[in-house]
């Protein structure tokens, strides 16, 4: 087989990967965040447990990335594609771990109940979930403007955190053990940011590895 042939079919196979990791990244968000609306402490070990599998993934996406920068000698444009493969992989092995981060969370407070019922955490993390399927999205299809728009998202994001924090400081009160719960949400929502974050750089690589500029979308 023609050894570009074969270069670019490695590439295609390197993207696929990284959707299925895309995939199971937004489900372990959604199921974490679930799992603490519902203290849902069995769920919450699920999400620890497949934390394994999408580590394996990122492995695999380093191993394919070294083997094809070693075999091929990539030029500049297809060096670029390896290194966002290696960002992406990276971002949501991150993103992943935040899953986990809320999970454990869902654990420390089993067996209470709820200061009051999540809303607007479940709905930052609809947010986030949207913004890494964009980012993936603006990642398959090579699209700037669909990565350079996730500025845009990433600002609603940060506004509604600065909304849970607002209202979870003002639930406190002297019983340190609504404090102490009301302090892992902050955790929470903390962690939703990050991930808007992780998905806002993931459209920076995008942008790089399309154009070779860099460009800032966290301003």
């Known amino acids: 087989m023609d050894t570009r042939v074969n270069f670019h079919q490695s590439l295609d196979e390197l993207q696929s990967t990284l959707l299925l990791m895309g995939d199971r990244v937004k489900e372990s968000i959604s199921q974490a965040v679930e799992s603490l609306s519902s203290l849902d402490e069995g769920l919450a070990r699920e999400i620890i447990d497949n934390d394994d599998i999408i580590d394996d993934m990122m492995l695999d996406v380093e191993e394919s990335c070294l083997r094809l920068i070693a075999l091929q000698q990539p030029m500049a444009s297809d060096l670029r594609t390896i290194g966002m493969a290696l960002k992406i992989a990276t971002d949501l092995e991150r993103i992943s771990d935040h899953a986990v981060d809320i999970a454990k969370i869902t654990i420390r407070l089993s067996g209470e109940e709820l200061v009051k019922p999540l809303e607007d955490i479940p709905r930052m993390a609809l947010l986030v979930k949207d913004m890494l399927h964009e980012s993936m999205l603006s990642y398959t299809e090579r699209n700037i403007h669909r990565a350079a728009?996730?500025?845009?998202?990433?600002?609603?994001?940060?506004?509604l955190y600065s909304t849970v924090m607002t209202e979870?400081?003002?639930?406190?009160?002297?019983?340190f053990v609504r404090n102490r719960q009301l302090s892992h949400l902050m955790f929470t929502a903390h962690y939703?940011?990050?991930?808007?974050?992780?998905?806002?750089?993931?459209?920076?690589?995008?942008?790089?590895?399309?154009?070779?500029?860099?460009?800032?979308?966290?301003?």
Request: charged letters at 35%; hydrophobic letters at 40%; aromatic letters at 2%.
């Open 192 to 219: 939703l940011e990050r991930v808007a974050d992780h998905a806002t750089n993931i459209g920076e690589g995008v942008i790089y590895m399309v154009t070779g500029k860099r460009k800032d979308l966290n301003v």
């Open 149 to 159: 728009a996730l500025a845009e998202k990433d600002d609603e994001v940060d506004k």
């Open 168 to 175: 979870i400081i003002g639930l406190m009160n002297g019983d």
